[in-house]
């Protein structure tokens, strides 16, 4: 018995040439399907953050000591390592999710970041330096503005925002290509510079969507602090969902594809074309719905 539906009947299935959601409800139904599962991923991040955490609580709660400093310094590096093979090994969960692939979440993201775990650190303290970079020019330009008066140093500071932006377009694509691809680092880089400016439109709007998350959480952390214990759940593998859902086609369509073509062979990932010598035909869409028998009311008293 069923609340709200029929389970004894059958419809008349789905159809294989049924036209494509939209892309807003194809992602809602990923989003909505895989919810407990983002959470799950998000609580594992969490476990690979404890370098950063634990750096955190040293800084504030240990008094000033020679080994209080060195211990935080190290646990940031630590952390600076991580966050790379990190981020490849939720953006390869999430790809599957975009592609409908079964997926075992701790199987997976163990195995992706440890085989990725190089190219990941490499490609996570090279952000990390850049937005290091990045954090200290936006306090070190306005002051030197200020003090100097130099209106000219607003060209480099521009600029500095500029150059992180188009890196920040570029990681839409680095981890993604870096766990689907074998074009190596310097491939992924040249790749995700060209994809940066090739998909100019939808990058603005995965950027747009992305900023408007974080300013929703950063605002809801203003008005109540206690916001903040919501991020071993919320919003990392929900920004990266978003990321993988806009960003893997334009991968699949400049990058995968391409090389399948040269081969002469079709992206599996795109389907199976149907053959002419296919035995069987797939019917999802044109069968009758079943609909099961009523049953008959009998006569007779109930013998208990």
């Given amino acids: 018995m069923s609340l709200f539906y ?133 306090y070190v330009y306005p002051n030197l503005i200020e003090n100097s008066g130099n209106d000219l140093l607003y060209v480099p500071f521009i600029l500095m925002f500029s150059v992180a932006i188009v890196v920040v377009m570029m990681n839409f694509y680095a981890f993604l290509m870096l766990t689907s691809t074998n074009v190596g680092i310097r491939g992924t880089i040249k790749n995700s510079l060209a994809l940066a400016f090739v998909a100019i439109k939808k990058n603005i709007l995965t950027l747009v969507i992305m900023i408007l998350i974080v300013g929703v959480f950063a ?39 391409p090389y399948y073509e040269q081969r002469g062979e079709r992206n599996p990932e795109l389907g199976e074309e149907e053959s002419e010598d296919t035995v069987f035909e797939d019917k999802g869409g044109e069968e009758a719905p079943m609909v099961p028998a009523k049953k008959r009311k009998t006569k007779g008293k109930v013998i208990s």
């Fill in 6 to 138: 029929n389970y004894q009947s059958a419809g008349a299935g789905i159809s294989k040439n049924a036209p494509k959601k939209k892309p807003f409800f194809a992602f809602m139904d990923i989003f909505l399907g895989k919810f407990w599962k983002l959470i799950e991923l998000n609580l594992i991040n969490t476990l690979f953050s404890l370098p950063i955490i634990l750096a955190v609580l040293c800084f504030l709660m240990m008094e000033n000591t020679s080994l209080s400093y060195p211990l935080v310094i190290i646990l940031l590096l630590m952390q600076a390592v991580f966050i790379g093979p990190m981020t490849a090994a939720t953006v390869r969960i999430l790809r599957n999710f975009t592609l409908g692939k079964p997926t075992f979440l701790w199987t997976e993201y163990i195995s992706r970041f440890k085989s990725n775990f190089k190219g990941g650190a490499v490609l996570g303290v090279l952000d990390v330096l850049l937005f290091s970079g990045v954090a200290a020019g936006v």
């Fill in 219 to 257: 605002f809801l952390t203003y008005l109540n602090f206690y916001t903040i214990f919501a991020l071993p759940f919320l919003p990392f593998s929900q920004i990266w969902l978003v990321i993988c859902f806009n960003s893997y086609p334009v991968i699949q369509k400049y990058v995968i594809n």
